[in-house]
């Protein structure tokens, strides 16, 4: 059974800085495209960032909420996603999945593996 799971969540200050982590038993995460996704309470889970496979040049996606803010990066020996999440505000807040998919996409019908989350609390 595929298993992605989250790590690195917390709870900090605005301004601070987190990073998230994705890793995968059974399958290798360089053959897929990568999502980050987040759901607050009581809103729809919305798409923060995307980085494809290693056949399609691993281009990035993000959000305009986050972008210049986040970064999506791979390190493949470690079979592992990061999102780098910097200058966090409250509106940041949300629990955060990551999801494994064929193609770089903002819908999450369109992934097919998912992490069970990691909450991200920003707050003073």
């Known amino acids: 059974q595929v298993q992605l799971v989250e790590s690195g969540g917390g709870s900090v200050q605005p301004g601070g800085s987190l990073r998230l982590s994705c890793t995968a038993s059974?399958?290798?995460?360089?053959?897929?495209?990568i999502g980050w996704f987040r759901q607050a309470p009581g809103k729809e889970r919305e798409g923060v960032s995307c980085?494809?496979?290693?056949?399609?040049?691993?281009?990035?996606y993000y959000a305009n909420s986050v972008k210049g803010r986040f970064t999506i990066s791979r390190d493949h020996a470690k079979n592992t996603v990061y999102l780098q999440m910097n200058s966090l505000k409250p509106e940041d807040t949300a629990v955060y999945y990551c999801?494994?998919?064929?193609?770089?996409?903002?819908?999450?019908?369109?992934?097919?593996?998912w992490g069970q989350g990691t909450q991200v609390t920003v707050s003073s």
């Open positions: 999801a494994a998919g064929p193609w770089v996409a903002t819908h999450p019908e369109e992934f097919d593996y």
């Open positions: 059974k399958i290798t995460l360089a053959y897929y495209a």
């Open positions: 980085i494809a496979s290693n056949r399609s040049d691993e281009t990035t």
